[in-house]
């Protein structure tokens, strides 16, 4: 299984909701990563977890939370969002929190915040 | 993490050889270079990666320069199935894995 699986597909949200995206993987990867992408953009790192903690926080606004139950589960908490918000948001894993493993992304979760 | 400097799009033939440029005039010793691409509306996809030795793997060929500054990505036979963002990524050895996603080269490839 070299997949990492992301749910829902599709997500709309208020701004006054909250709501999560789940991505799980199965690769024994020890490393995952919260990416956001915009419209015609590259994705930008946001949060990048190393063993179950939290390592890396790209000064990501607090209405974002988020969570790594277990080593094959990551969720990201939604709160009070805005519309420019809504964009593709990316999990990804990699084998090893250093550099030297490629990373699976999972296909994504778009977000329309209205 | 050195930045990358990547064409903004390219067009290929399909069947020849595409071959794209990736400068990356800052990296450091200890810096891999990575390469990815994203078809449209889907998570993006390892395509290889390699520091200082040219690297080949069932979808492409690496090639990083001696003073490895620049690198370039070869598809060597492209199919219409190869139209995507490209994007060149300078990764860290120590690092948490992360990758800076510059704007990458949009590849079409054309009958």
């Known amino acids: 299984d070299t997949e990492v699986t992301q749910t829902p597909k599709h997500l709309v949200m208020g701004m006054t909701n909250k709501k999560s995206l789940k991505c799980e993987q199965h690769?024994?990867?020890?490393?995952m990563y919260w990416y956001k992408q915009k419209a015609k953009k590259p994705p930008e790192l946001m949060f990048v977890?190393?063993?179950?903690?939290?390592?890396i926080n790209e000064s990501v606004p607090s209405r974002f939370s988020p969570e790594c139950p277990n080593s094959s589960l990551l969720n990201l908490h939604l709160h009070a969002l805005q519309p420019e918000d809504s964009a593709l948001y990316l999990c990804?894993?990699?084998?090893?929190?250093?550099?030297?493993?490629?990373?699976?992304f999972g296909q994504g979760t778009r977000l329309t915040v209205v | 993490d050195a930045k990358t400097t990547q064409p903004t799009s390219m067009d290929c033939a399909e069947g020849r050889a595409a071959n794209l440029p990736c400068n990356h005039s800052?990296?450091?010793?200890?810096?891999?270079v990575y390469w990815y691409r994203q078809i449209h509306s889907q998570g993006p996809q390892y395509i290889i990666h390699?520091?200082?030795n040219n690297e080949t793997n069932e979808m492409a060929s690496l090639i990083i320069t001696e003073d490895r500054k620049s690198s370039t990505l070869i598809l060597p036979h492209a199919t219409l199935r190869d139209t995507a963002v490209y994007y060149c990524?300078?990764?860290?050895?120590?690092?948490?894995?992360?990758?800076?996603f510059g704007d990458g080269t949009t590849l079409t490839v054309k009958p």
């Open positions: 990804a894993s990699s084998q090893d929190p250093r550099g030297n493993t490629e990373a699976f």
């Open positions: 690769m024994g990867h020890r490393a």
């Open positions: 977890y190393s063993y179950e903690k939290l390592s």
């Open positions: 800052t990296i450091s010793g200890n810096e891999y």
């Open positions: 390699g520091l200082k």
């Open positions: 990524i300078v990764i860290r050895n120590t690092n948490a894995g992360k990758s800076t």
